[in-house]
């Protein structure tokens, strides 16, 4: 045990951290493979995670916050340990003066650069970093990196004593993306998707002219073969366009790979459609599981490990004695962080036209009750956004800026609304963010954040009736919204709920609800059953 100990990279231990470390050393000696850890924020995972790290390597750890990557690199007793490795498109050819993607570099457009002008594994940005990155005992990365990797060229991550996965809660949910087939304007190479943008308007392809399209890319790759085989070299357009076909070749074999176990729904998007497996359970294994010893999957939101490890597959890789779920007490006072109910009836869809003027209205005076403070106003879409703003908007009695953003302005409306102060209006920033102190010190859920059940992905689980399912990611996103603002044992932060429907959300689901977030929740929202008497507080 002292050899885990004498591995803690910080000068100190906080709360509980000392005594998981060792609890989780003794059980990966004990012969366990995965460890869910649930531990609130500001109890310091990633410290835990590191020593583990260098305990069990060659060791991996991924995120899928690019911002807690930089927070972990930037740290000094935490980022000299690891090497960081990132998507292609991070890094630029050295062969052409740094000027392209490597994903387009001269050995993309020209024949024989490799080997005769490049020595990939030394000179090529990315590779080499990719080459150091596997030889070194520990590594950093993004998790959608980790899982796309699974599928690239070798060199690969593979072999590793431990993968270390935090704010793994949803991370079904992430393969699900990564393994999508698209058939876009943003997957196809354009003369392709010119060719086939008008037939697909209203409908997706069948099976029959996914084939074609699959022909078609293997002509177009071919035809470029010939081209640098003759001593042409490619334009940039077309070595995009081969980069786009090898890509959506890839995709589309392990679309077929998993056509008979992984149930497809089509999505409409917005330049074209997107094929996306119902249940992300069947591509576990070669994505993640086959790739590592041990596994540690740790966040402040499991919630219901059993149904997290059905999920994401895990009872088809490990034995039930190999997987275990630790949840870690919260250490933030409760008083510091409490949760108001303001609510005026049920935000869902159909009881909107009755409810959102008066949610407007408290929104308003939450506002003016909060004046010069920061504040973020939780919704699940931008047009539910759009109607707060609607009627909000030209009142000259509201004394503060609101920012609201849309899809494709996003991050720069939220740096704009850091740097200035006021009302954010975020839709689906309820993970990923670190709005510490003053930054954010209220937030208000302005609407329950449901999945969108218009999704086709969405509406077919609710057909097959996966009501849990349903509940378990709305609540994770709650209560993942909750923890944005209160970062730190000293911060402070007040939670305003507008919208009825998440008291019901929390009583069907009260024996998951972490202590952490109990002891905050108003207790006449408790369900009755478990509401304490004065005597018993």
């Known amino acids: 045990m002292g050899d885990i100990l004498s591995l803690w990279p910080m000068p100190s231990y906080r709360p509980k951290q000392r005594e998981v470390l060792l609890k989780i050393h003794e059980l990966f000696e004990g012969g366990k493979r995965l460890i869910l850890l649930e531990a609130p924020t500001g109890f310091g995972k990633s410290a835990v995670n590191t020593a583990l790290c260098r305990y069990y390597t060659p060791s991996i750890y991924t995120t899928p916050q690019l911002s807690l990557i930089n927070q972990i690199l930037g740290d000094p007793y935490l980022g000299k340990y690891f090497v960081e490795i990132k998507g292609m498109d991070n890094y630029r050819c050295a062969k052409d003066n740094y000027l392209t993607p490597v994903r387009l570099g001269l050995c993309r457009r020209e024949k024989g650069v490799i080997p005769d002008r490049c020595r990939w594994l030394s000179e090529c940005p ?110 940039d357009d077309e070595a995009e366009w081969r980069h786009r076909a090898e890509r959506w070749l890839d995709k589309y074999k392990r679309y077929l790979d998993f056509y008979d176990v992984a149930e497809w729904v089509w999505t409409k998007m917005r330049f074209g459609w997107k094929a996306v497996p119902v249940y992300a359970r069947w591509f576990m294994e070669q994505m993640l599981w086959s790739r590592g010893e041990k596994f540690l999957i740790s966040s402040a939101t499991i919630l219901k490990p059993k149904l997290w490890i059905w999920e994401n597959g895990a009872d088809l890789v490990f034995r039930h004695d190999e997987m275990v779920h630790i949840e870690v007490s919260y250490s933030f006072p409760p008083e510091n962080r409490p949760i108001i109910d303001v609510s005026v009836g049920s935000m869902s869809k159909v009881d909107q036209e009755e409810n959102l003027e008066p949610a407007a209205k408290m929104l308003k005076y939450i506002i003016q009750k909060h004046r010069n403070e920061n504040i973020v106003v939780h919704f699940p879409s931008y047009d539910l956004a759009e109607k ?150």
Request: glycine share 2%; net charge negative.
């Open 126 to 235: 990315y590779f080499s970093q990719k080459m150091r990155a596997i030889r070194s005992p520990m590594v950093l990365t993004s998790t959608a990196y980790f899982i796309v990797d699974a599928y690239l060229e070798p060199p690969n991550f593979s072999n590793r004593n431990l993968v270390v996965i935090d704010e793994g809660h949803l991370l079904s949910e992430y393969v699900a993306d990564q393994v999508s087939l698209e058939v876009s304007a943003k997957s196809l190479p354009a003369p392709v998707w010119e060719r086939l943008k008008d037939k697909y308007r209203d409908r997706p392809p069948t099976d029959a002219e996914l084939e074609d399209v699959r022909l078609d890319l293997e002509i177009m790759l071919k035809t470029y073969q010939m081209t640098l085989d003759a001593g042409a070299a490619l334009s």
């Open 388 to 537: 707060f703003m609607s009627i909000l908007d030209g009142d000259e009695t509201l004394d503060a800026e609101i920012f609201i953003p849309s899809p494709e302005n996003r991050d720069a409306v939220l740096d704009e609304w850091k740097r200035k102060g006021g009302v954010f209006f975020a839709v689906a920033y309820w993970e990923g963010q670190d709005w510490k102190y003053d930054m954010c010190t209220v937030q208000v859920l302005a609407k329950t954040l449901y999945p969108d059940v218009s999704d086709p992905r969405v509406a077919r689980r609710l057909e097959k009736k996966d009501f849990q399912w349903l509940m378990w990611i709305t609540l994770i996103k709650c209560l993942q919204a909750y923890g944005r603002a209160m970062r730190a044992e000293d911060d402070r932060m007040m939670f305003y709920v507008l919208d009825d429907k998440f008291w019901e959300l929390l009583k069907r689901n009260w024996p998951h609800i972490p202590a952490w977030f109990k002891e905050v929740v108003p207790r006449n929202r408790w369900p009755k059953k478990y509401q304490r008497t004065e005597k018993n507080t």
